[in-house]
């Protein structure tokens, strides 16, 4: 074409400032600033720099300089997020599942996963040592005053070894960040593909009662701490509440040679089950063990007074005991659901048909769940929960290999909540409770 | 180069502050960042900073308003983006303010402290130490024995930053009592001028040389009434301490920030071989997004003392130290060879980087605290 482009017609004083880029190491020359080391005035256009001029980074050339033309960052923004969905941009290595708790829940978990996942990585986070043993027999294991130790049926390292699973021991779980799939811990960033939460329940604590001041015998840990304090003579103990784990501990405490003090604010032990009317045959069948229930009154004070506590109560009987447990019922922990700003109903509201939460790729069971605003805190529920779990892990593995084949995903079975039967190990008197 | 756009956090952030803070990090700041590294001290620049208020948001302002945390790590992060260092004095500065007006003591909080405000005088802090000692990481190094009037002081602190002859910095001294279980610490203004202080140079450090960082050494320091900020030290370092290390945030997330912007400088023109590389910026960015959210919910409310509060600062904290590295190193890795010039604010900021990973709080002091205060407590 014969016609002069616009950018030629122009007087070179006139011109925008132009960009040259070098070749070899990515330097800019810009014609508005020039290169004052080197004797380019600012304002010397690349076509007046001298052909013996050198990269002032690299020493080429000007041949190896090229007009640059700056990118426009939003463009290349936009592309950039196109692109996320790509194999680009997805992490390099698989991150696999990562569990948060090493109790009932998160090892039977474990367990099912591995027959139908053998190969996907697998963490589990544990603030304990993530031993295996079966927590309802802490209390049994004061009656018959087995060591601690005894209870353990596999080291965590056994049987983290067993099911091929990463464990992290006394590691504390600190925070949740969804849009990155982290899990943050005191050992460092965990990235996950997904993650589930199975840390359980602890011991409530309501005024006066104190963590420094009375016990939560809720694992194996304090219950080897408060074994030690105990030491090996018979002491007297106070028990805070009479519901289910109140009742088994005053129980197992006094045929283990205690002497218990056992206060609620009911009349009878284990009035949660009205129906059962099981206070008054307990309460006799213990008529031969050195329990004393104090029923109907408030705890208005706890003191600690030299090695001993002493306790308040509402009608102004005082108690002066050794020790002192805390056994006025459990609550969740709500840590790392508020970090992830999971829906919480009573505990992690999570579907029966997934046990998905409400944040995608965020799981949970055993005691910190809840089905419909209904929290359970028994063994039984765990094994059902951990199937239906597993079932919906496996299906989002397929659909993240790309296995499109339905036929061959395993049916979802969903978690059914069911009216429990408490059985009682008060062995004066055991019971089911309805 | 082309700036990228502040993040939504940030850029919910603009004020007549944040713009002055800008103009001074883009102009002046930007000019000497490379010298601040390799030693320069930029008084100017920092005085220019405390003038238009950049280092005492957090502090109740002149017209009664209360503080703004969630500013004052604003203003620290658009200086940080240009200069890491500088960031680091800005905090120095900032807590020292924070020990004087919480003191309550009328010698600190009245005079003294406006000086500091308007920036006519300067200081730091020496809290490492006592911080880790609370953390039962290490023990006081400092000690004070009790005598008319006041206290005499004895040992070093290692290095004590944002300090000059004429400079100030707050710390703590174990008061010596011949009764164990009556032990008790002391925190004090330390003027740096007072007779019997020692001001020494520190070896060559990898970067952020002109930070003004020397080692203290004390013999016989008399501290009376008017430098006492809390006898005894625990409450108030118990009610600042969330505060505290929540504004060290600033600082992190500016060189993030920074590193972040210079990936995207580069996208252009290497984005077809950068491209192969993990921690791509637009995965950075919402990253730190998030983190940053966090960062300025927590700055609500620096008061809260509970554990849970805490923790949440110092795990906030701890993401700020390891963003750092993956987003500085990333960087390098974007820049390739460019960012491999000693020149280069890339690889400046590799080693501003590594500094928030490893100046008190470190990572690891970090993980530490955060496991030791998550133990369910027992009775003894």
């Given at each position: 074409?014969?016609?002069?482009?616009?950018?030629?017609?122009?007087?070179?004083?006139?011109?925008?400032?132009?960009?040259?880029?070098?070749?070899?190491?990515?330097?800019?020359?810009?014609?508005?600033?020039?290169?004052?080391?080197?004797?380019?005035?600012?304002?010397?256009?690349?076509?007046?720099?001298?052909?013996?001029?050198?990269?002032?980074?690299?020493?080429?050339?000007?041949?190896?300089?090229?007009?640059?033309?700056?990118?426009?960052?939003?463009?290349?923004?936009t592309r950039a997020s196109g692109l996320a969905s790509t194999h680009l941009t997805a992490p390099r290595s698989a991150p696999g599942i990562v569990v948060v708790g090493a109790g009932k829940a998160g090892w039977q978990l474990v367990q099912n996963l591995r027959s139908q996942l053998p190969d996907t990585p697998v963490t589990l986070v544990t603030a304990c040592a993530g031993d295996v043993y079966d927590k309802p027999l802490l209390s049994v294991a004061m009656a018959r005053q087995i060591q601690p130790q005894a209870l353990v049926k596999e080291t965590g390292r056994e049987a983290a070894a067993r099911w091929q699973v990463r464990l992290l021991a006394h590691t504390q779980a600190l925070h949740i960040c969804p849009e990155s799939r982290t899990l943050r811990t005191t050992q460092g960033p965990l990235r996950y593909a997904d993650l589930v939460l199975a840390h359980g329940a602890e011991a409530a604590l309501l005024a006066p009662l104190r963590a420094d001041l009375c016990w939560r015998i809720n694992h194996l840990q304090a219950y080897q701490r408060f074994q030690a304090a105990l030491g090996t003579t018979p002491r007297h103990v106070a028990i805070v509440g009479a519901g289910l784990i109140g009742s088994e501990l005053a129980n197992d405490l006094a045929l283990g040679g205690h002497r218990v003090t056992l206060i609620d604010t009911q009349a009878r032990p284990l009035a949660r089950w009205p129906a059962d009317q099981a206070g008054e045959p307990l309460l006799a069948a213990w008529s031969g063990l050195p329990i004393h229930f104090m029923g109907a009154v408030q705890l208005q004070a706890l003191l600690r007074e030299g090695e001993q506590y002493r306790l308040h109560t509402s009608d102004g009987q005082t108690v002066l005991a050794d020790q002192v447990i805390a056994a006025t019922g459990l609550v969740t922990p709500t840590r790392l659901a508020r970090s992830a700003d999971l829906i919480w109903q009573n505990g992690i509201a999570v579907d029966a048909q997934t046990l998905q939460t409400s944040v995608p790729?965020?799981?949970?069971?055993?005691?910190?769940?809840?089905?419909?605003?209904?929290?359970?805190?028994?063994?039984?529920?765990?094994?059902?929960?951990?199937?239906?779990?597993?079932?919906?892990?496996?299906?989002?593995?397929?659909?993240?290999?790309?296995?499109?084949?339905?036929?061959?995903?395993?049916?979802?079975?969903?978690?059914?909540?069911?009216?429990?039967?408490?059985?009682?190990?008060?062995?004066?008197?055991?019971?089911?409770?309805? | 180069m082309n700036l990228v756009d502040l993040p939504p956090e940030l850029a919910t952030r603009s004020n007549p502050l944040i713009e002055a803070v800008r103009a001074i990090a883009q102009g002046p700041l930007a000019q000497q960042a490379y010298a601040i590294d390799r030693g320069a001290y930029p008084e100017n620049v920092l005085k220019q900073l405390a003038e238009v208020g950049a280092m005492s948001a957090h502090l109740p302002q002149a017209d009664g308003s209360p503080g703004d945390y969630g500013l004052a790590i604003a203003a620290m992060a658009e200086a940080s983006r240009v200069c890491g260092a500088t960031g680091f004095m800005m905090w120095c500065q900032g807590v020292a303010g924070l020990y004087m007006q919480a003191s309550g003591n009328p010698a600190l909080a009245g005079e003294r402290l406006a000086r500091h405000v308007r920036g006519e005088s300067l200081g730091g802090t020496g809290l490492s130490n006592p911080m880790k000692s609370f953390a039962q990481i290490e023990t006081l190094l400092l000690k004070a024995t009790p005598v008319e009037g006041g206290y005499l002081i004895n040992g070093a602190l290692p290095w004590v930053s944002n300090l000059a002859p004429n400079h100030y910095f707050g710390t703590v001294a174990a008061v010596s009592t011949p009764d164990e279980s009556a032990s008790r610490e002391i925190m004090f203004m330390l003027r740096c001028d007072a007779p019997g202080v020692t001001l020494k140079a520190c070896p060559e450090f990898a970067g952020m040389e002109g930070t003004g960082t020397?080692?203290?050494?004390?013999?016989?320091?008399?501290?009376?009434?008017?430098?006492?900020?809390?006898?005894?030290?625990?409450?108030?370092?118990?009610?600042?301490?969330?505060?505290?290390?929540?504004?060290?945030?600033?600082?992190?997330?500016?060189?993030?920030?920074?590193?972040?912007?210079?990936?995207?400088?580069?996208?252009?023109?290497?984005?077809?071989?950068?491209?192969?590389?993990?921690?791509?910026?637009?995965?950075?960015?919402?990253?730190?997004?998030?983190?940053?959210?966090?960062?300025?919910?927590?700055?609500?409310?620096?008061?809260?003392?509970?554990?849970?509060?805490?923790?949440?600062?110092?795990?906030?904290?701890?993401?700020?130290?390891?963003?750092?590295?993956?987003?500085?190193?990333?960087?390098?890795?974007?820049?390739?060879?460019r960012g491999y010039l000693m020149q280069s604010d890339v690889q400046r900021r590799v080693r501003e980087a590594q500094f928030v990973a490893i100046v008190t709080p470190a990572i690891k002091h970090l993980r530490k605290e955060m496991a030791r205060l998550s133990v369910q407590e027992m009775p003894a």
């Open positions: 074409m014969s016609v002069a482009t616009p950018s030629a017609s122009l007087a070179p004083a006139e011109a925008a400032w132009q960009l040259y880029i070098c070749h070899a190491c990515g330097y800019i020359y810009n014609e508005q600033e020039g290169d004052p080391d080197s004797g380019l005035l600012a304002g010397t256009r690349f076509a007046d720099i001298p052909d013996d001029w050198a990269c002032p980074l690299c020493g080429v050339t000007k041949s190896d300089f090229t007009l640059y033309v700056a990118p426009d960052l939003s463009a290349l923004k790729h965020i799981y949970a069971l055993g005691d910190c769940i809840s089905v419909n605003g209904q929290s359970s805190r028994f063994i039984e529920p765990i094994l059902r929960q951990a199937q239906t779990l597993t079932a919906a892990l496996v299906r989002t593995d397929q659909r993240q290999a790309q296995m499109r084949n339905s036929a061959a995903l395993p049916c979802a079975q969903p978690y059914a909540v069911r009216d429990a039967v408490v059985r009682v190990k008060t062995t004066s008197l055991p019971l089911s409770l309805h | 020397f080692s203290v050494q004390c013999k016989d320091l008399f501290v009376g009434a008017d430098d006492l900020v809390a006898d005894p030290a625990k409450p108030l370092i118990a009610r600042i301490r969330g505060g505290f290390v929540l504004l060290q945030c600033g600082m992190a997330a500016g060189i993030i920030q920074g590193a972040i912007d210079s990936m995207w400088a580069v996208e252009g023109q290497l984005g077809h071989v950068n491209q192969y590389l993990e921690d791509r910026p637009a995965d950075l960015q919402a990253e730190f997004d998030a983190l940053l959210a966090r960062i300025m919910k927590l700055a609500e409310t620096p008061c809260d003392t509970t554990t849970d509060y805490f923790l949440n600062v110092l795990d906030a904290r701890c993401h700020c130290g390891e963003l750092s590295l993956r987003a500085a190193n990333s960087a390098l890795m974007h820049q390739g060879a």
